[in-house]
């Protein structure tokens, strides 16, 4: 297996050399997810987990990035970079070593909402006629049993932060000839909290929280359109320190069926019909989402006559009712002919005139009827 040091660091995380900062983070966070040793079963997950937070740590860095992108993997030597060794114990740590608070949105005060989770399903055009319930796993963090959230080992206390003095902010004071400039930022060290943890609770390491695989039951409503996504209050990861939790959101995508096109809330479908049972009238089974229905087509049906089933279509989510569903009629033509077939048609042909073809007043009303 390649190591970081032949391979490039855009090659690792995927991403083309004009990639924008949000872009590497994007692909990043991805493969961490999926590398990370805690979730990956695979045995170079470790190795290949490193390489890519070294690509990450080069890459999320301007002036890193700058050095690679010039002279390579020398040119950051040669500036004194050497990649961090990781030992994370969790998913925790590498979402708040590398995206500070993106798990948790945390605010001043410490006690802040959860981050939302993203998740997506798929589903049967079925599925999305009749509404459908789905098991939808996240991974969310949750708040820690063993220290309820607080971060400290149980039987211990939160001590008044050092670095901040309880204020939670540092206040950083620039001077120039324009007049001085106060930025605010949070405490780096306890996270706005104003506190810190001096014996780390051993379950979550004084992260108040642990990260969980959770089920959720999706209740995907009847009418749903491919592409939507469904809010799940409070499904998301846990507050900090006491904070309420985040949403989940999941993208429901509807899947093709071959039968069916969706247009909106209107089904459309087509049905074959012989020469023989166009000329001479049939009632054939049409599909529809509530089963099949026989339809009547009179004698002289033509191709490209379109039938239109009311409240066939789907379930309409903003309005009651149902779409809905147009069906086109096509009319097969033989493509192998036997003999005996051919010497039928030959005398059908002698037998036939003008009349035989001759269109009868009312069509185009009727196609324009159909069409609406
Ligand atoms: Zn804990
Ligand atoms: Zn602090």
Same mark, same amino acid.
């Given at each position: 297996?390649?190591?970081?040091?032949?391979?490039?660091?855009?090659?690792?995380?995927?991403?083309?050399?004009?990639?924008?900062?949000?872009?590497?983070?994007? =692909?990043?966070?991805?493969?961490?997810?999926?590398?990370?040793?805690?979730?990956?079963?695979?045995?170079?997950?470790?190795?290949?987990?490193?390489?890519? =937070?070294?690509?990450?740590?080069?890459?999320?860095? =301007?002036?890193?990035?700058?050095?690679?992108?010039?002279?390579?993997?020398?040119?950051?030597?040669?500036?004194?970079?050497?990649?961090?060794?990781?030992?994370?114990?969790?998913?925790?740590?590498?979402?708040?070593?590398?995206?500070?608070?993106?798990?948790?949105?945390?605010?001043?005060?410490?006690?802040?909402? !959860?981050?939302?989770?993203?998740?997506?399903?798929?589903?049967?055009?079925?599925?999305?006629?009749?509404?459908?319930?789905?098991?939808?796993?996240?991974?969310?963090?949750?708040?820690?049993?063993?220290?309820?959230?607080?971060?400290?080992?149980?039987?211990?206390?939160?001590?008044?932060?050092?670095?901040?003095?309880?204020?939670?902010?540092?206040?950083?004071?620039?001077?120039?000839?324009?007049?001085?400039?106060?930025?605010?930022?949070?405490?780096?060290?306890?996270?706005?909290?104003?506190?810190?943890?001096?014996?780390?609770?051993?379950?979550?390491?004084?992260?108040?929280?642990?990260?969980?695989?959770?089920?959720?039951?999706?209740?995907?409503?009847?009418?749903?359109?491919?592409?939507?996504?469904?809010?799940?209050?409070?499904?998301?990861?846990?507050?900090?320190?006491?904070?309420?939790?985040?949403? =989940?959101?999941?993208?429901?995508?509807?899947?093709?069926?071959?039968?069916?096109?969706?247009?909106?809330?209107?089904?459309?479908?087509?049905?074959?019909?012989t020469i023989v049972?166009?000329?001479?009238?049939?009632?054939?089974?049409?599909?529809?989402?509530?089963?099949?229905?026989?339809?009547?087509?009179?004698?002289?049906?033509?191709?490209?006559?379109?039938?239109?089933?009311?409240?066939? !279509?789907?379930?309409?989510?903003?309005?009651?009712?149902?779409?809905?569903?147009?069906?086109?009629?096509?009319?097969?033509v033989p493509r192998q002919l036997t003999d005996e077939q051919r010497e039928l048609l030959e005398r059908f042909e002698q037998l036939s005139?003008?009349?035989?073809?001759?269109?009868?007043?009312?069509?185009?009303?009727?196609?324009?009827?159909?069409?609406?």
């Amino acid at each position: 297996m390649a190591t970081s040091a032949e391979r490039g660091y855009y090659e690792l995380l995927g991403v083309e050399r004009s990639a924008s900062d949000a872009e590497i983070k994007k =692909a990043f966070r991805k493969l961490a997810r999926e590398l990370h040793p805690d979730v990956s079963e695979a045995a170079d997950a470790h190795e290949r987990f490193k390489a890519v =937070a070294e690509a990450y740590e080069v890459l999320s860095d =301007a002036e890193r990035r700058q050095l690679y992108d010039r002279y390579g993997h020398a040119g950051l030597r040669r500036g004194g970079y050497a990649p961090s060794d990781y030992a994370f114990t969790n998913l925790n740590d590498i979402f708040s070593v590398f995206f500070g608070d993106d798990l948790f949105a945390r605010s001043r005060g410490g006690r802040a909402r !959860g981050g939302d989770v993203g998740a997506a399903v798929a589903i049967e055009l079925a599925d999305a006629f009749h509404g459908v319930t789905r098991a939808v796993e996240v991974e969310v963090a949750v708040t820690c049993e063993r220290c309820d959230g607080d971060g400290a080992e149980p039987g211990t206390e939160r001590v008044t932060c050092a670095t901040c003095g309880g204020q939670g902010q540092l206040r950083e004071v620039s001077r120039s000839v324009f007049g001085e400039f106060v930025r605010t930022q949070a405490c780096p060290v306890c996270r706005g909290a104003g506190e810190t943890v001096e014996t780390p609770c051993t379950a979550c390491d004084g992260a108040g929280r642990t990260v969980e695989t959770k089920e959720l039951e999706l209740e995907i409503p009847a009418g749903i359109h491919d592409g939507q996504r469904i809010r799940i209050r409070g499904a998301g990861h846990a507050g900090a320190s006491g904070g309420p939790p985040g949403d =989940a959101y999941v993208e429901v995508h509807v899947t093709r069926d071959r039968r069916f096109e969706r247009d909106g809330d209107d089904i459309l479908s087509s049905v074959d019909l012989t020469i023989v049972q166009a000329a001479r009238g049939a009632t054939v089974a049409v599909p529809t989402l509530d089963g099949d229905v026989e339809l009547e087509f009179e004698p002289g049906t033509q191709p490209g006559e379109v039938r239109v089933l009311r409240g066939k !279509g789907m379930p309409s989510l903003e309005r009651s009712g149902r779409g809905d569903q147009r069906v086109l009629v096509n009319v097969a033509v033989p493509r192998q002919l036997t003999d005996e077939q051919r010497e039928l048609l030959e005398r059908f042909e002698q037998l036939s005139g003008a009349d035989t073809y001759r269109r009868d007043e009312g069509f185009f009303e009727k196609l324009r009827n159909a069409i609406r």
